[in-house]
């Protein structure tokens, strides 16, 4: 999400964090240690509280906000891992900015539920950390005027996610960029089982790419096939 409205910033220049916050005792000590390494400056800029979009409270969710944080790294190439520890941190659904202090930035994104043991956690259900960009440009899907969801905003979240993974995976498939313009953006679980769908195609295309015998090869591009297959016959491609 970018090019966040006015109403949702927090304070004038946003209200900073304190970086111990990321790195508790709890945390692995060599986990613990390699964060600490990287960040330098957190800051809590925008969020999503008010009924606009209204919330989900179900017995699996309680999606009453989303955060938009920016966290400046010494290191841009930690942000995958900056993000797998950070994100399970937070209780809300949140949008993370990595960035070194210049133009380049990832944005990250965590799916969360509650975990059914303990209402009080979290569980990462699904994520996605993009790729490195130096603009917003070429992201104009992600703009907040631009996404179509509003039903909730877990489901409004998800639609970020699933565009920002199509938008670092333009030709996962052939035609996949019609899926910007498919009528699938206005229903959640669609939405979630995209996502899923693509994730798992990108998992299957790595692991073609490490297969050494034929045999492997050519089972895993069956899948690939299937999956492709599926996806255009679900979304009308």
């Known amino acids: 999400m970018i090019d966040l409205p006015d109403s949702w910033r927090v304070e004038t220049n946003g209200k900073r964090l304190n970086l111990k916050s990321f790195t508790p005792a709890t945390l692995p000590t060599a986990q613990r240690s390699r964060l600490r390494k990287i960040l330098r400056k957190a800051t809590l800029t925008h969020q999503l509280t008010s009924p606009e979009i209204p919330s989900l409270i179900t017995d699996e969710y309680r999606c009453e906000a989303i955060l938009f944080l920016d966290i400046e790294l010494t290191d841009l190439r930690q ?15 949140a949008v993370i900015r990595f960035h070194e202090g210049g133009d380049r930035f990832a944005l990250s994104f965590a799916h969360k539920r509650l975990n059914l043991l ?5 569980v990462i259900a699904d994520a996605h950390c993009t790729e490195v960009h130096v603009s917003t440009a070429a992201l104009a899907p992600l703009r907040q005027s631009s996404l179509l969801n509003r039903l909730n905003k877990r489901d409004h979240y998800l639609e970020a996610m699933a565009k920002a993974f199509l938008l670092d995976h333009p030709k996962i498939f052939i035609g996949a960029v019609q899926l910007f313009d498919a009528k699938l953006w206005f229903h959640g679980p669609t939405i979630l089982a995209l996502f899923r769908a693509l994730t798992e195609l990108e998992s299957l295309k790595a692991k073609k790419d490490r297969a ?5 090869k050519a089972a895993l591009n069956t899948s690939i096939k299937t999956t492709i297959e599926k996806i255009r016959m679900n979304y009308e491609l």
Request: aromatic share 4%; glycine share 0%; proline share 4%.
């Open 79 to 93: 942000a995958d891992f900056a993000a797998r520890t950070i994100q399970p941190q937070i209780k809300a659904h």
């Open 118 to 122: 303990d209402d009080s956690a979290i």
């Open 212 to 216: 050494r015998s034929l045999a492997d």
